[in-house]
């Protein structure tokens, strides 16, 4: 008599801990899943293992509006107390000005209660219902709770250009800033670990801070601004029981993952082939960090074909047959053609 399927909780629980589980886990994101992608291949919660629960962790959610609707922008002050503008229905925003400008005292800011029991309430559902919602999300995934890093985070509050002039010309401002950033984060996420009893799992860090050439600064200004942060931050969270801790970035992240794999990340997600991060080479180069996605979202998928896409999703199951491998891609967008992701899902499901 065959052995039960595992669960997903018990299925990425044995692959993030190097144990081979019953089939290689997966963790998928959908840009958008339309009602003909849903009869075909099923709810979009099938076809992943991993689920990430997110908070409110802005800075100032108390800052939060709408200013006006004008010339077709709506503009508003968004959680994180930067004035910002969007088209009506789009998904990116464009940032008008932030709430630490050039000049502003980074000791003088006062960020709103990062325990505040509203972070943690989902959208306008109540305690008792988070409570339900969370109790089925368990019942189908291994659930991951989730923060933003101090690097990106902080560009929230301070403008990308100018935090990167900050990281280039004024260390110690630079770490003020990030320290305050993250210090923040760190409350947040661990009070998600408490409050949602996330322990057995963890948390993942969203940090963009790369391209598809390299890191957005260099490894020098990483180590002096970021890195310290990045400690207390996996440090913290493993103190309150998170028993992985992974890494979420976009982009070539190489010539900084030695420093993050020392700060104690478990894993790293989402290992983009155009960015140079071959999930293969990478298994090579650290045995033993668990690796999230390696299936290629940009190419592979999208121009094929079939057989090409069988055997790039092939050569990553193989690689996680004794764990230590989720299989995914960056996210699913409306590009893909629903034939290539049949060959890819049927890969899978083999």
């Known amino acids: 008599m065959s052995a039960a399927p595992l669960t997903s909780r018990e299925r990425v629980i044995a692959a993030f801990s190097f144990q081979p589980p019953d089939r290689v886990p997966r963790f998928e994101t959908f840009w958008d899943y339309p009602p003909s992608w849903r009869e075909r291949f099923g709810p979009p919660e099938d076809l992943t293992d991993i689920e990430i629960w997110v908070p409110d962790e802005a800075t100032f959610p108390t800052r939060a509006r709408r200013l006006e609707e004008r010339d077709g922008w709506v503009y508003e002050v968004n959680g994180w ?13 464009e940032t008008l000005e932030v709430p630490i400008p050039e000049g502003t005292d980074p000791d003088a800011v006062r960020f709103d209660d990062p325990r505040a029991d509203g972070r943690f309430l989902q ?7 988070t409570r339900r919602r969370l109790a089925e999300a368990k019942r189908r995934h291994a ?19 100018q935090f990167l002039v900050d990281m280039a010309a004024d260390h110690d401002l630079a770490k003020a800033l990030a320290d305050k950033v993250a210090d923040h984060l760190t409350a947040v996420g661990v009070e998600e670990l408490k409050r949602w009893d996330l322990r057995d799992t963890g948390i993942a860090i969203y940090d963009d801070m790369a391209h598809n050439r390299g890191p957005m600064f260099g490894p020098a200004a990483f180590e002096r601004v970021l890195l310290p942060a990045y400690r207390r931050m996996v440090s913290a969270y493993k103190r309150a029981g998170a028993r992985f801790v992974f890494l979420h970035s976009d ?7 030695d420093m993050l794999v020392d700060a104690g990340i478990d894993g790293l997600n ?8 071959a999930i293969e080479v990478m298994r090579r180069r650290y045995p033993r960090l668990v690796l999230t996605g390696g299936m290629c979202n940009t190419d592979t998928l999208l121009n094929g074909p079939r057989q090409r896409i069988r ?5 990553i199951l193989d690689l996680g047959r004794d764990g230590g491998i989720v299989i995914g891609t960056h996210s699913i967008s409306p590009e893909v053609p629903p034939d290539h992701f049949a060959a890819y899902l049927d890969e899978c499901n083999r």
Do not use: H, I, Q
């Open 311 to 315: 055997d790039e999703a092939r050569s």
């Open 251 to 257: 982009g070539d992240v190489r010539p900084l993952l």
């Open 81 to 93: 107390g930067a004035r910002v503008r969007s088209r009506p229905g789009g998904y990116f925003t």
């Open 270 to 277: 989402p290992l983009e082939r155009r960015a140079g991060m």
């Open 123 to 129: 959208g306008c559902a109540g305690e008792a219902e």
């Open 143 to 161: 659930v991951f709770g989730k923060t933003g890093g101090p690097y990106l985070r902080t560009t929230f509050v301070r403008g990308e250009e």
